[in-house]
């Protein structure tokens, strides 16, 4: 009975962990996607003759 229970919990541990790394995976994804996002725009605004960004004025 115990080695049914202590199965139990890590199982629901291993599984609970691929779930949260799983979401890890798609945060980010996200997030690389809006970094290539405002990096083109930035650098085609710097191509207009523009050199801006959150670190200058």
């Not at 690389?32 to 083109?40: D, T």
């Not at 191509?47 to 959150?54: N, T």
């Amino acid at each position: 009975m115990v080695a049914l229970i202590v199965l139990l919990l890590i199982l629901a541990l291993f599984g609970g962990l691929g779930f949260a790394v799983h979401i890890l995976w798609i945060v980010l994804i996200v997030a690389l996607v809006l970094w290539l996002i405002g990096f083109l725009v930035g650098g085609a605004e710097a191509g207009l003759g523009r050199r801006r960004g959150w670190y200058r004025w």
